[in-house]
């Protein structure tokens, strides 16, 4: 299993960026994903998750009304769409899958077993 993030980059407080994690090495669509960010110094937090068949999401409050997490099981791939973007949303993005399919893990780290090499998102004010 190999998850590959992109997207991130540097905007100013307000903009948008949508990030992308492409899987391979399995069937995806039998899979949920997550999003989860770390700044500097600290944590590892969750931002959001998606069931494998995409019908049901969950967000942690920081990213509600402003984060969309979606998925193309056609590509082998889930989105984190950022709006409105916080100078504190700034970290390194990683997505994550469960090893189990049809496991709808939730909001911890240790509930994922695969990661991806992460992004890095700079919001400026």
């Known amino acids: 299993v190999q998850l590959v993030e992109s997207g991130g980059g540097s905007v100013q407080a307000g903009g948008s960026l949508r990030l992308s994690c492409a899987d391979s090495?399995?069937?995806?669509?039998?899979?949920?994903m997550a999003w989860f960010r770390q700044a500097p110094g600290e944590e590892r937090e969750f931002v959001a998750r998606?069931?494998?068949?995409?019908?049901?999401?969950f967000y942690a409050d920081s990213a509600k009304g402003r984060f969309t997490i979606s998925r193309d099981n056609a590509k082998n791939t889930v989105y984190l769409q950022m709006n409105k973007l916080k100078p504190e949303d700034t970290a390194v993005y990683y997505c994550?899958?469960?090893?189990?399919?049809?496991?709808?893990?939730?909001?911890?780290?240790?509930?994922?077993?695969?990661w991806g090499q992460g992004t890095q998102v700079t919001v400026s004010s």
């Open positions: 998606i069931r494998w068949d995409g019908y049901e999401t």
């Open positions: 090495g399995r069937t995806f669509s039998s899979y949920a």
């Open positions: 994550a899958a469960p090893q189990r399919p049809g496991v709808f893990a939730g909001t911890y780290s240790a509930e994922y077993d695969y």
